[in-house]
């Protein structure tokens, strides 16, 4: 079994940049980002709860009295802000990477990784919550389906794709780990 010396010293490549994680809701951005954080040794960042902190409320209540384009330049603020600190894991929220000042920040200062998950198997991890005001009162599969088809060439400019399927989130980790390793040119072993 490797030390920690060992472990982190493998993955020091990995621990250079910041890793952003981009995507459909429901996907694991931060269920993933969390636990990738942990095992990179890395500082984790939610865009989402970011802009709660500074907006001082929900995202809910941000769309309900403030409106989605608030809600989007407070997101493109807080994202700007993060990508100024030291190398760390950000979860973004499912439409940051559609704003193209963001995608650009993104593109600049972290790599970027598109966590790509069935339509079917998001809507029903969606399904699940009633905190999403973008599906609030909608069909999960019906608001997926129009985002993908709206957000999916956006997330085709990540740096890298990882198909997730329907993993546990410890196997997607290890997706993006081996992912993030071929794409720095390093061994995961």
């Known amino acids: 079994m ?8 493998r993955y020091e490549p990995l621990r250079r940049r910041t890793i952003a994680l981009v995507g459909l809701m ?15 040794g890395l500082p984790f960042r939610d865009a989402d709860s970011e802009v709660e902190t500074a ?9 309900a009295e403030l409106g989605e384009p608030a809600f989007r330049d407070g997101e493109r603020r807080v994202i700007a802000r ?15 990477f559609m704003h193209p000042e ?25 399904g699940r919550k009633d905190s999403r005001p973008l599906i609030a009162g909608k069909e999960p599969l019906e608001v997926l389906r129009a985002q993908a088809e709206a957000r999916y060439p956006a ?12 993993s546990a989130h410890h196997i997607t980790v290890g997706q993006v780990i081996e992912a993030l390793a071929a794409h720095v040119g390093e061994p995961t072993q």
Do not use: C, N
Request: glycine share 12%.
């Open 102 to 126: 963001t995608r650009e920040l993104i593109k600049g200062r972290a790599v970027s990784i598109w966590l790509k998950t069935d339509l079917e198997v998001l809507a029903r991890r969606i």
């Open 82 to 96: 993060l990508l100024e600190g030291p190398a760390h894991v950000l979860a973004t929220g499912g439409g940051a």
């Open 2 to 9: 490797l030390s920690v010396a060992a472990l982190m010293d």
């Open 55 to 63: 907006a001082g409320r929900s995202i809910s209540e941000i769309f």
């Open 155 to 166: 997330y085709a400019e990540a740096d890298l794709t990882v198909e997730t399927g329907d």
């Open 26 to 40: 429901g996907v694991g951005k931060s269920s993933v980002g969390r636990r990738l954080a942990s095992v990179l």
